[in-house]
């Protein structure tokens, strides 16, 4: 896996924020429902920032990155508990730093920690992570440490201002935000506090799914099955796939048997991946390998059916909508039992 390479000089800085900011315990005076915007010097996003600590369990602040990144912690204000899965959890976009305790950090943390010898008098020290979504919560890289340092030196400049401007938020699109922008000519370390309505994210528009006349005719020869009903979904488990880059959450595209819960097809999809696309080509494969259509798919994402009910009904599947899909839930509790107690 790959680890970036952080330049001394930027780690050192990060790290004296991170040591200022933890001493000037700003979660002691600030809601977490009090929402402020750090801008990217570099890139004009912006940083939606939540100062987390109010409650004395975690301390520290998540920064969410542009729309989407607000999106998610929009829906985390609305404590809709249900958005709690494993899609939401895995789709996090942020930057976060919390102070924890020496036992919670890893080999990594504590080179990091090395340029800064003996910083944290209260023996909480600070764990800096990314989180991308699809992505095991990583290292920051050099862009990403240049910006958190920004975060955390504008956030304790601005701090009073913050705390008199901020109010505690119910619905973040339709209201206006303090956001923290450089200011002035590239070289100078100025900034301005403005008042913003935050941008909502743009849905994005999944391209249509097709299946072409050979292939229709094809599966249209193998023999159905009337009685037969599969239920289709995909999710994500417990396990972590490694690359060179960075491990990413496993993604798993299953088909299973509605009555007896057997495992029928499986397919790992990977970051990026379209996931209908991989739920309907396993779909197809394991029809072909079985050599039956089943009369009946189950889903339980209107998304799926949408995308999946016209391809379907051409090759005589009917497809419905389910809250629940029983033999799904049971495959994806069989997978986490067995990787978890799977030796490392």
Same mark, same amino acid.
């Given at each position: 896996m790959?680890?970036?390479?952080?330049?001394t000089k930027t780690r050192q800085g990060l790290l004296k924020a991170a040591g200022a900011f933890e001493a000037a315990k700003p979660w002691e005076k600030i809601y977490d429902s009090q929402i402020f915007g750090v801008e990217n010097p570099q890139t /004009?996003?912006?940083?939606?920032?939540?100062?987390?600590?109010? &409650?004395?369990?975690v301390r520290g602040l998540n920064a969410y990155r542009g729309p989407e990144g607000l999106k998610a912690l929009q829906m985390m204000m609305e404590e809709n508990l249900e958005i709690y899965n494993d899609e939401f959890m895995a789709g996090q976009n942020l930057l976060s730093v919390t102070y924890v305790n020496k036992s919670e950090l890893d080999a990594?943390?504590?080179?990091?920690?090395?340029?800064?010898?003996?910083?944290?008098?209260?023996?909480?020290?600070?764990?800096? /992570?990314?989180?991308?979504?699809?992505?095991?919560?990583?290292? &920051?890289?050099?862009?990403?440490?240049?910006?958190?340092?920004?975060?955390?030196?504008?956030?304790?400049?601005?701090?009073p201002a913050l705390l008199e401007s901020t109010e505690e938020v119910k619905d973040l699109f339709s209201s206006q935000v303090p956001v923290l922008r450089k200011s002035g000519k590239p070289e100078e370390n100025a900034w301005t506090m403005d008042f913003t309505r935050p941008e909502k994210p743009v849905d994005k528009e999944e391209p249509s799914l097709d299946l072409d006349e050979f292939t229709v005719h094809k599966l249209g020869k193998i023999n159905l099955a009337l009685e037969s009903t599969?239920?289709?979904d995909y999710f994500y488990t417990w396990a972590s796939i490694q690359d060179a880059d960075k491990p990413y959450h496993m993604r798993v595209a299953l088909v299973a048997d509605h009555e007896n819960g057997l495992i029928l097809g499986q397919e790992v999809i990977s970051v990026g991946q379209d996931a209908d696309a991989c739920l309907l080509k396993n779909l197809i494969n394991t029809i072909q390998s079985r050599k039956c259509r089943p009369g009946f798919v189950l889903v339980k994402r209107r998304e799926t059916l949408n995308r999946l009910n016209v391809l379907l009904d051409s090759i005589g599947i009917r497809l419905e909508l389910r809250n629940q899909l029983?033999?799904?839930?049971?495959?994806?509790?069989?997978?986490?039992s067995a990787m978890a107690g799977a030796p490392a």
């Amino acid at each position: 896996m790959k680890i970036s390479k952080i330049l001394t000089k930027t780690r050192q800085g990060l790290l004296k924020a991170a040591g200022a900011f933890e001493a000037a315990k700003p979660w002691e005076k600030i809601y977490d429902s009090q929402i402020f915007g750090v801008e990217n010097p570099q890139t /004009r996003e912006i940083g939606w920032c939540v100062i987390i600590g109010e &409650l004395g369990e975690v301390r520290g602040l998540n920064a969410y990155r542009g729309p989407e990144g607000l999106k998610a912690l929009q829906m985390m204000m609305e404590e809709n508990l249900e958005i709690y899965n494993d899609e939401f959890m895995a789709g996090q976009n942020l930057l976060s730093v919390t102070y924890v305790n020496k036992s919670e950090l890893d080999a990594q943390d504590w080179k990091w920690l090395a340029d800064c010898p003996n910083p944290w008098p209260r023996g909480l020290y600070p764990q800096f /992570r990314s989180f991308r979504p699809g992505y095991y919560p990583w290292y &920051l890289d050099q862009d990403e440490s240049d910006w958190m340092t920004r975060i955390l030196e504008q956030t304790l400049k601005y701090f009073p201002a913050l705390l008199e401007s901020t109010e505690e938020v119910k619905d973040l699109f339709s209201s206006q935000v303090p956001v923290l922008r450089k200011s002035g000519k590239p070289e100078e370390n100025a900034w301005t506090m403005d008042f913003t309505r935050p941008e909502k994210p743009v849905d994005k528009e999944e391209p249509s799914l097709d299946l072409d006349e050979f292939t229709v005719h094809k599966l249209g020869k193998i023999n159905l099955a009337l009685e037969s009903t599969w239920e289709l979904d995909y999710f994500y488990t417990w396990a972590s796939i490694q690359d060179a880059d960075k491990p990413y959450h496993m993604r798993v595209a299953l088909v299973a048997d509605h009555e007896n819960g057997l495992i029928l097809g499986q397919e790992v999809i990977s970051v990026g991946q379209d996931a209908d696309a991989c739920l309907l080509k396993n779909l197809i494969n394991t029809i072909q390998s079985r050599k039956c259509r089943p009369g009946f798919v189950l889903v339980k994402r209107r998304e799926t059916l949408n995308r999946l009910n016209v391809l379907l009904d051409s090759i005589g599947i009917r497809l419905e909508l389910r809250n629940q899909l029983p033999a799904v839930k049971e495959a994806q509790e069989s997978l986490n039992s067995a990787m978890a107690g799977a030796p490392a």
